[in-house]
């Protein structure tokens, strides 16, 4: 039983982690990109660049980026769960055959 517990609680982890980690990046990326933005000759450049990453988003969100973003992270979480379950059998495969 405890097995299973910590299965579950490792999905759980692997779910929320899976779902968080793109939107920091693309937070991130977008923040770092209006920070760059505040050097002389860079406005211009760093705008385009956060444009481009809008439009990107907004192709996976049917014209919204934040529900692009939101579709991205939920694949995002769907792979990340996938792996984890996969790690998991192979963990009890290896285990039964030791």
Not at 8 to 30: D, E, K, N, Q, Y
Not at 49 to 58: D, G, P, S, V, Y
Not at 69 to 87: E, H, N, Q, R
Request: net charge negative; with cysteine; hydrophobic share 55%.
């Amino acid at each position: 039983m405890t097995i299973f517990t910590n299965f579950l609680r490792s999905l759980l982890l692997t779910i929320i982690f899976s779902f968080v980690a793109p939107m920091f990046f693309v937070g991130g990326g977008l923040l770092l990109l209006s920070l760059i933005g505040h050097f002389p000759g860079l406005q211009e450049l760093t705008e385009a660049i956060a444009t481009e990453i809008m439009h990107f988003l907004a192709t996976f969100g049917s014209g919204t980026p934040l529900r692009g973003l939101v579709v991205i992270s939920l694949t995002c979480t769907f792979v990340g769960a996938l792996f984890d379950m996969y790690v998991y059998y192979r963990y009890q495969i290896l285990r039964i055959d030791s």
